[in-house]
């Protein structure tokens, strides 16, 4: 079990960077994958980035690979993206999202990046990309 609150979303020129957080409660977050994904007006929630319950592997989508860059530290029990290089694209909601992985070594490698692999989600912040 576990809750996920996100924050550091706002209004940011084309260019700009931000980094948005998702501070987690409950039991321990390090049985926990994590991943951040993004929704537009009219279009599917998909992935942007995730990072394994061990923290060793992550995986972008494309469109923002070498720009954004996920990172956890698990003594805060927070996940971390950080946005660079932002564009007009990149405008959406973001969502941070959990899966239970439990404690076994070999799960805590995985990483998921579809939706439906994930347990719990956080409310959305939301980030607009303005030029």
């Known amino acids: 079990q576990v809750q996920l609150v996100e924050s550091g979303g706002g209004l940011v020129q084309a260019g700009g960077s931000l980094r948005l957080s998702c501070a987690a409660s409950?039991?321990?977050?390090?049985?926990?994958?994590m991943g951040w994904f993004r929704q537009a007006p009219g279009k599917e929630r998909d992935v942007v980035a995730v990072?394994?319950?061990?923290?060793?592997?992550?995986v972008y989508a494309d469109s923002v690979k070498g720009r954004f860059t996920i990172s956890r530290e698990n003594a805060n029990n927070t996940v971390f993206l950080q946005m660079n290089s932002l564009k007009l694209e990149d405008t959406a909601t973001y969502f941070c999202?959990?899966?239970?992985?439990?404690?076994?070594?070999?799960?805590?490698?995985?990483?998921?990046?579809?939706?439906?692999?994930?347990?719990?989600w956080g409310q959305g912040t939301q980030v607009s990309v303005s030029s």
């Open positions: 999202a959990a899966r239970f992985t439990g404690t076994a070594y070999y799960l805590r490698s995985y990483t998921y990046t579809a939706p439906s692999e994930y347990n719990y």
């Open positions: 409950g039991r321990s977050f390090s049985v926990y994958a």
């Open positions: 990072i394994s319950a061990s923290g060793a592997n992550t």
